[in-house]
């Protein structure tokens, strides 16, 4: 089995290390799960050479802006463009890159109107070249695991992760295993696998069982593993704040919020905001929250009933099943960035969820059902002043609306809550379905739906 070490061919020696996020342990190697051999806690990168010699943030920034004219693929890729904060290789054309990032920070002028936060803004990350904000990670840690020599690369998944690691894995050559939870991932995700030729296994369980069996299977099979436990993975993700910061010219939005799962997104952003503020990128920090499913909601509940020292997990439940998680692996990451940027983290029902993904598409933009906690997630922030009305706000939109069309199908049609206990409060919602008519195909009933619409809108 090969080892995951900085010293791996084409890896630039000494560039970064492995950090235990517990015990602080340094070191050269990584385990295949990742985990810290003293206390088997999670691992984290670091710079040692940022504490010799600090990048210049005028540099830096005038580096990355230069990159932008750039056609070299590593520069047209909006994750490796910062590749100075990132885990170094030796010689560009070992990124395996689809373009990543570059992803568009939108107004929501009618979501503004509604919550009353006239700065309110969306990066979109559902238009990654997979259509979610994995590919931004993917690019990175399947970059080092072929670096490290694996044929064979793994993750389980709620399906976005799946898709992304088996394109990723395509580009550069490698095998791809998927673990997903039977019957509970949309199937256009399941789909992305398929087309990518990923060896696809839906497992009788939930996807925190294929979590922990992907856990032993690496300590036993030579395949690297590609879930967010992998501190590559994080390292990729940090460029969304990278790339969200230079959109608004370096002036920190108020509040960036972001939807949790198993917590790897939240802590990579939260990390990368946190090494901005270490070298001088951004004078002061946004507050990141974090917005969970009611029926997923381990670190609420984690940080209400244990006051963030110990995981509180649950058995997960809800329709946004990219976030249908009830043991979140990076908890404790997480809880460390909502405390260091004064973020909240809150929980939003199955009716609030489905609103807020209908006024999202309203927009024009749309996205999937777990990146629509973070518009629900805000009306209540709003409602508890956290978030003030003169405040900036940046939603982090993660996944692309074509993730989930049987969502959107369910919601416009009506049969979303239908048999649930959901069903009657559901009514309110009604105003915003636009199921679709069928019709004979004559002028006369076309031009009357026409004049039916006009008079309702
Ligand atoms: N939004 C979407 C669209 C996701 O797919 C996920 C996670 C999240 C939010 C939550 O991010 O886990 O970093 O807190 N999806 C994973 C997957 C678990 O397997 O695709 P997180």
Known sequence: MPPISTSA???????FRFRCISCGDLSDTARQDFRCVQC?????ITYPRWKEASPDPVELK???????????????SGVWRFRDLLPAIEIDEQAITLREGNTPLYELPQCARITGVPRLFAKHQGLNPTGSFKDAGMTVAATF???AGFRWVACASTG???????AYAARGGMRSLVLVPEGKISWSKLSQALDYGAVTCQLRT??????????EIVLRAPVYQLNSINPFRLEGQKTLALELLEQLDWQPPDHIIVPGGNLGNSSAIGKALLEMRDLSLIS??????????????????????????????????????????????????????????GGACEQVTEIEIAQAKAEIGAEGIGCEPASAVTLAGLKKLVKQGFVKQEESVVLVLTGSPLKDPDFTMDFHRGDLFKGTADEAASAKLNKLRRPPIILDATLDAVIQTLEQAEKVS
């Open 160 to 166: 976005n992760t799946s898709a992304s690691m088996a």
């Open 284 to 341: 002061h920090l946004p507050k990141l929250s974090l917005i969970q499913a009611e029926g997923a909601n381990a670190l609420v509940r984690t940080l209400r009933e244990a006051a963030g020292k110990r995981l509180i997990s649950v058995q997960a439940e809800t329709r946004a099943t990219a976030i249908r998680i009830g043991n979140p692996a990076s908890w404790k990451k997480a809880v460390h960035v909502l405390e260091a940027t």
């Open 145 to 147: 695991a072929r670096l």
């Open 9 to 15: 061919p084409g890896v630039r020696q000494a560039a």
């Open 62 to 76: 005038s580096t990355w802006r230069n990159r932008r004219l750039s056609h070299h693929a590593i520069d047209l």
């Open 206 to 215: 939930d996807f925190d069982g294929c979590l922990r069996l992907l856990q």
């Open 40 to 44: 088997s806690d999670l691992l984290e």
